[in-house]
């Protein structure tokens, strides 16, 4: 199967997979594996959407970033925020 996708809807998956694995795996001690291996596959193709900008690929490591561009040019900070849930289930 194949999916295609405009450099619009890349840049929103790229949001979404952050957001979602960042949601699950932030407060953990284990991550949940499959989350970030399928982050690391969405964001190796950051080249073919020319999306320098926001992902960045660490040879040493073998790994993905986003870039310090991702968090300040895109609203990803403030959704996080919006998604932090207080003890008393309120935001």
Known sequence: ????FTKKQYEDLIK??????WFVN???TNDVVEYE???QYIFS???DFGMEQ???YDKTIDEYFPTRE???DTEIE?????MIITPSGMN
């Open 1 to 4: 199967m194949k999916i295609n």
């Open 16 to 21: 979404l997979v952050y957001l979602g694995n």
């Open 26 to 28: 932030s407060h953990r």
């Open 37 to 39: 291996e399928l982050e």
């Open 45 to 47: 193709y950051f080249e």
């Open 54 to 56: 926001y992902i960045e």
């Open 70 to 72: 991702f968090e300040a």
């Open 78 to 82: 403030d959704l996080k925020k919006n």
